[in-house]
């Protein structure tokens, strides 16, 4: 299957992998390739974003998404103005729609919005002129840590047709594997996922992945197995009835990884829960490529923030 790049993004926003066409992932990918060099340099910082206001609209709890992007738009030299909802309006009872209008009154122009509510980025791109950018809206969607994990798979691999990709752990309220599921159908990978069956969403395998009860089967001869964690914070209880025996038959061992290709990638959006779905000696292992994906990220999202901002080509250094 070859993809060519897409000369520009349709869209003024990025809500999701779904409305994004293969030449358009490709682009983000390429494009990210070459924002990546950008951190080898002596001065790690380009003015390609000079002169823009990114606002970081952060609902909910993070660190490498928000750092990550922090980073990425200060090696882009645009101006940031970082949101707290605890600090904010939002905690006297505002409402996001009136928070983000009052901020587009001061005419940014880009918003990068982390929600705990699904579909809260759609409601906001559909409303306002500033590009939206979907940095994880509740259990839907996370489309740019699925384009720094294709892009981890694609520099290590270099192509992710055709890859064996098996996604573990706490598929129904993910976020990450669905955007996964997605963006690795469309790039000509094989997709296989595994969890509990109370963590397996119904009607996973019409997102186009193979469906498995037992981890062992979905690892075997995977040459990629990316962990998800146990978000007990989305479950109203506890979806499985210990801990340990989660550990027991989904956490990924050596013994369990030697199923695996030898030269298979272990990877994990983060934050990891060691000695729960991932063993300390696989996630600091020689196949472990976790802390190349957060660099994959700043990456990631200097090329999306820079696209939606109109850029093309390579941006030029000062």
Known sequence: MTVKPAPRLRGKDLVGIDPLSPGEIQLILDTA????????????????????????????????????????????????LNFSASASSVSKGETLLDTALNLEAMQPDLIVLRHQYAGAPHQLARILKSSVINAGDGAHE?????????????????????????????????????????????????????????????????????VYRRMEEAITGADVVMMLRIQLERQGRMNFPTVREYYDFFALTPERLKLAKKDCLVMHPGPMNRGVEIDSRVADGPQSVILEQVTNGVAVRMAVLYLLAGGHGEPAAD
């Not at 599921?181 to 469309?186: A, P």
């Open 142 to 210: 996370h489309p740019t840590q699925a384009l720094l994990d294709a892009l981890t798979i694609r520099l290590k691999r270099g192509t992710l047709e055709g890859q064996i990709v098996a996604i573990v752990g706490d598929l129904q309220h993910s976020r990450v594997a669905r955007s996964n599921v997605l963006l690795l159908n469309r790039m000509g990978a094989k997709v296989r996922v595994a969890g509990p069956p109370s963590l397996i969403p119904l009607g996973m395998e019409t997102m186009g992945c193979e």
């Open 33 to 80: 390739e070459k924002m990546r060099a950008i951190a080898e340099r002596p001065i790690k910082k380009v003015p390609a974003l000079r002169g823009k206001t990114v606002v970081n609209l952060f609902m909910e709890a993070s660190t490498r998404t928000r750092f990550s992007f922090e980073v990425a738009e200060k090696r882009l030299s645009a101006d940031s």
